[in-house]
T-cell receptor, first 115, second 111 residues
Framework: GAVVSQHPSRVICKSGTSVKIECRSL??????MFWYRQFPKQSLMLMAT?????????EQGVEKDKFLINHASLTLSTLTVTSAHPEDSSFYIC???????????FGSGTRLTVV | GENVEQHPSTLSVQEGDSAVIKCTYS??????FPWYKQELGKRPQLIID?????GEKKDQRIAVTLNKTAKHFSLHITETQPEDSAVYFC??????????FGTGTSLTVIP
Protein backbone atom coordinates (compact mmCIF):
# COMPACT_ATOMS: atom_id res chain seq x y z
CA GLY A 1 0.00 0.00 0.00
CA ALA A 2 0.84 3.72 0.02
CA VAL A 3 2.05 3.93 -3.56
CA VAL A 4 2.84 7.28 -5.11
CA SER A 5 3.24 7.51 -8.86
CA GLN A 6 5.04 10.38 -10.54
CA HIS A 7 4.99 11.15 -14.25
CA PRO A 8 6.94 11.69 -16.38
CA SER A 9 10.13 10.13 -15.08
CA ARG A 10 12.25 12.11 -17.51
CA VAL A 11 11.52 15.15 -19.63
CA ILE A 12 13.60 17.35 -21.87
CA CYS A 13 12.16 20.69 -22.88
CA LYS A 14 13.28 23.81 -24.65
CA SER A 15 14.06 26.95 -22.75
CA GLY A 16 10.99 29.15 -22.40
CA THR A 17 8.45 26.35 -22.52
CA SER A 18 6.38 24.95 -19.65
CA VAL A 19 6.46 21.46 -18.22
CA LYS A 20 3.84 19.74 -16.09
CA ILE A 21 4.72 17.00 -13.61
CA GLU A 22 2.05 14.82 -12.07
CA CYS A 23 2.05 13.16 -8.68
CA ARG A 24 -0.64 10.61 -7.94
CA SER A 25 -1.48 8.64 -4.84
CA LEU A 26 -2.64 5.30 -6.20
CA UNK A 27 -4.13 3.55 -3.21
CA UNK A 28 -4.88 6.27 -0.71
CA UNK A 29 -6.23 9.77 -0.51
CA UNK A 30 -3.55 12.39 -0.15
CA UNK A 31 -4.82 15.45 1.63
CA UNK A 32 -1.33 16.91 1.63
CA MET A 33 1.46 16.62 -0.91
CA PHE A 34 4.95 18.02 -0.85
CA TRP A 35 7.21 18.97 -3.73
CA TYR A 36 10.97 18.78 -3.44
CA ARG A 37 13.80 19.67 -5.77
CA GLN A 38 17.18 17.99 -5.79
CA PHE A 39 20.16 19.32 -7.72
CA PRO A 40 22.98 16.89 -8.59
CA LYS A 41 24.88 15.70 -5.54
CA GLN A 42 22.79 17.91 -3.29
CA SER A 43 20.05 17.38 -0.78
CA LEU A 44 16.30 17.47 -1.26
CA MET A 45 14.95 20.96 -0.80
CA LEU A 46 11.32 21.46 0.10
CA MET A 47 9.70 23.72 -2.49
CA ALA A 48 6.08 23.81 -1.44
CA THR A 49 3.29 22.13 0.45
CA UNK A 50 0.02 21.63 -1.36
CA UNK A 51 -3.29 20.90 0.32
CA UNK A 52 -6.25 19.55 -1.57
CA UNK A 53 -8.61 22.33 -2.53
CA UNK A 54 -6.49 25.23 -1.33
CA UNK A 55 -3.49 27.26 -2.42
CA UNK A 56 -0.05 25.83 -2.01
CA UNK A 57 2.35 27.14 0.60
CA UNK A 58 5.74 27.95 -0.86
CA GLU A 59 9.07 27.90 0.92
CA GLN A 60 11.07 31.07 1.06
CA GLY A 61 12.89 31.73 -2.19
CA VAL A 62 10.61 29.61 -4.35
CA GLU A 63 8.72 31.63 -6.97
CA LYS A 64 5.06 30.71 -6.83
CA ASP A 65 4.39 32.21 -10.26
CA LYS A 66 7.10 30.08 -11.79
CA PHE A 67 6.29 26.83 -10.04
CA LEU A 68 2.54 26.44 -10.26
CA ILE A 69 1.05 23.80 -8.00
CA ASN A 70 -2.45 22.47 -8.33
CA HIS A 71 -3.97 19.94 -5.93
CA ALA A 72 -7.51 19.71 -7.26
CA SER A 73 -8.28 16.19 -6.06
CA LEU A 74 -7.32 13.88 -3.22
CA THR A 75 -5.22 11.74 -5.55
CA LEU A 76 -3.48 14.20 -7.84
CA SER A 77 -1.15 17.13 -7.48
CA THR A 78 0.61 18.78 -10.39
CA LEU A 79 3.70 20.95 -10.55
CA THR A 80 4.08 23.14 -13.62
CA VAL A 81 7.44 24.71 -14.29
CA THR A 82 6.62 27.78 -16.37
CA SER A 83 9.02 29.46 -18.77
CA ALA A 84 11.66 26.90 -17.93
CA HIS A 85 15.32 27.85 -18.04
CA PRO A 86 18.44 25.67 -17.94
CA GLU A 87 18.92 26.50 -14.26
CA ASP A 88 15.57 24.81 -13.57
CA SER A 89 17.09 21.50 -14.66
CA SER A 90 16.84 19.28 -11.62
CA PHE A 91 15.29 16.18 -10.08
CA TYR A 92 11.78 16.98 -8.87
CA ILE A 93 10.16 14.60 -6.44
CA CYS A 94 6.85 14.60 -4.64
CA UNK A 95 5.78 13.12 -1.36
CA UNK A 96 2.25 12.37 -0.36
CA UNK A 97 0.48 12.09 2.96
CA UNK A 98 -3.13 11.22 3.59
CA UNK A 99 -5.60 9.10 5.39
CA UNK A 100 -4.32 5.91 3.83
CA UNK A 101 -0.66 6.74 3.54
CA UNK A 102 1.99 6.97 6.21
CA UNK A 103 3.02 10.48 5.40
CA UNK A 104 6.41 9.48 4.14
CA UNK A 105 5.84 8.05 0.67
CA PHE A 106 7.90 9.52 -2.15
CA GLY A 107 7.13 9.48 -5.83
CA SER A 108 9.69 8.07 -8.24
CA GLY A 109 10.93 11.51 -9.24
CA THR A 110 11.14 13.45 -12.49
CA ARG A 111 14.43 14.35 -14.11
CA LEU A 112 13.89 17.68 -15.88
CA THR A 113 16.44 18.89 -18.40
CA VAL A 114 15.96 22.29 -19.98
CA VAL A 115 17.99 22.88 -23.13
CA GLY B 1 12.40 27.37 9.67
CA GLU B 2 14.23 24.19 10.53
CA ASN B 3 17.93 23.84 9.74
CA VAL B 4 19.42 20.37 9.55
CA GLU B 5 23.15 19.80 9.34
CA GLN B 6 24.68 16.45 8.47
CA HIS B 7 28.23 15.12 8.79
CA PRO B 8 30.33 13.76 7.23
CA SER B 9 29.56 14.51 3.61
CA THR B 10 31.54 11.47 2.48
CA LEU B 11 32.42 8.32 4.37
CA SER B 12 34.41 5.27 3.30
CA VAL B 13 34.56 2.14 5.43
CA GLN B 14 35.86 -1.36 5.00
CA GLU B 15 33.29 -4.08 4.59
CA GLY B 16 32.29 -5.37 7.99
CA ASP B 17 33.16 -2.17 9.81
CA SER B 18 30.62 0.23 11.29
CA ALA B 19 29.51 3.55 9.84
CA VAL B 20 28.15 6.49 11.80
CA ILE B 21 26.44 9.54 10.37
CA LYS B 22 25.44 12.47 12.55
CA CYS B 23 22.83 15.19 12.20
CA THR B 24 21.85 18.23 14.20
CA TYR B 25 18.65 20.21 14.00
CA SER B 26 17.62 23.65 15.13
CA UNK B 27 13.87 23.53 15.77
CA UNK B 28 13.22 22.14 19.24
CA UNK B 29 9.63 21.46 18.19
CA UNK B 30 10.69 18.85 15.63
CA UNK B 31 9.42 15.50 16.76
CA UNK B 32 10.11 13.03 13.96
CA PHE B 33 13.48 12.09 12.50
CA PRO B 34 13.67 9.70 9.54
CA TRP B 35 16.71 8.44 7.70
CA TYR B 36 16.64 7.82 3.98
CA LYS B 37 18.87 5.87 1.63
CA GLN B 38 19.03 7.10 -1.94
CA GLU B 39 20.69 5.32 -4.81
CA LEU B 40 21.67 7.27 -7.90
CA GLY B 41 18.66 8.54 -9.84
CA LYS B 42 16.15 6.86 -7.57
CA ARG B 43 13.70 7.99 -4.95
CA PRO B 44 14.72 8.11 -1.29
CA GLN B 45 13.87 4.98 0.65
CA LEU B 46 13.05 5.14 4.33
CA ILE B 47 15.40 2.89 6.29
CA ILE B 48 14.64 3.80 9.87
CA ASP B 49 12.97 6.56 11.83
CA UNK B 50 12.65 7.74 15.41
CA UNK B 51 10.19 9.89 17.26
CA UNK B 52 11.06 12.40 19.93
CA UNK B 53 9.69 10.28 22.76
CA UNK B 54 12.28 7.57 22.10
CA GLY B 55 16.04 7.73 22.61
CA GLU B 56 17.11 4.80 20.51
CA LYS B 57 15.71 2.45 17.92
CA LYS B 58 17.28 -0.55 16.25
CA ASP B 59 16.42 -2.64 13.22
CA GLN B 60 18.88 -5.44 12.54
CA ARG B 61 22.14 -3.77 11.44
CA ILE B 62 20.74 -0.26 11.57
CA ALA B 63 20.19 1.87 14.64
CA VAL B 64 19.33 5.47 15.31
CA THR B 65 19.92 7.45 18.48
CA LEU B 66 18.34 10.76 19.44
CA ASN B 67 19.47 13.34 21.96
CA LYS B 68 16.66 15.87 22.28
CA THR B 69 18.52 18.09 24.69
CA ALA B 70 21.46 18.49 22.37
CA LYS B 71 19.25 18.36 19.29
CA HIS B 72 21.23 15.76 17.46
CA PHE B 73 20.59 12.28 16.15
CA SER B 74 22.80 9.67 14.57
CA LEU B 75 22.58 6.70 12.23
CA HIS B 76 24.64 3.64 13.01
CA ILE B 77 25.19 0.87 10.48
CA THR B 78 27.03 -2.20 11.74
CA GLU B 79 28.65 -4.99 9.73
CA THR B 80 28.54 -2.87 6.60
CA GLN B 81 28.14 -4.54 3.22
CA PRO B 82 28.88 -3.25 -0.30
CA GLU B 83 25.15 -2.90 -0.95
CA ASP B 84 25.01 -0.34 1.84
CA SER B 85 26.89 2.04 -0.45
CA ALA B 86 24.55 4.94 -1.26
CA VAL B 87 23.74 8.48 -0.20
CA TYR B 88 22.07 8.75 3.17
CA PHE B 89 19.91 11.68 4.21
CA CYS B 90 18.62 12.57 7.63
CA UNK B 91 15.52 14.71 8.02
CA UNK B 92 13.65 16.51 10.74
CA UNK B 93 9.98 17.19 10.87
CA UNK B 94 7.61 19.00 13.22
CA UNK B 95 4.39 17.49 11.99
CA UNK B 96 5.63 14.18 10.74
CA UNK B 97 5.40 14.88 7.08
CA UNK B 98 6.96 18.22 6.13
CA UNK B 99 10.61 17.28 5.98
CA UNK B 100 13.75 19.32 6.11
CA PHE B 101 16.65 17.26 4.90
CA GLY B 102 20.29 17.21 5.82
CA THR B 103 22.91 17.70 3.12
CA GLY B 104 23.53 13.99 2.66
CA THR B 105 26.37 11.55 3.27
CA SER B 106 27.86 9.52 0.46
CA LEU B 107 28.78 6.17 2.00
CA THR B 108 31.17 3.83 0.23
CA VAL B 109 31.73 0.34 1.59
CA ILE B 110 34.97 -1.09 0.30
CA PRO B 111 34.89 -4.86 -0.27
Amino acid sequence: GAVVSQHPSRVICKSGTSVKIECRSLDFQATTMFWYRQFPKQSLMLMATSNEGSKATYEQGVEKDKFLINHASLTLSTLTVTSAHPEDSSFYICSADGTGGNGYTFGSGTRLTVV
Amino acid sequence: GENVEQHPSTLSVQEGDSAVIKCTYSDSASNYFPWYKQELGKRPQLIIDIRSNVGEKKDQRIAVTLNKTAKHFSLHITETQPEDSAVYFCAASRFGNQFYFGTGTSLTVIP
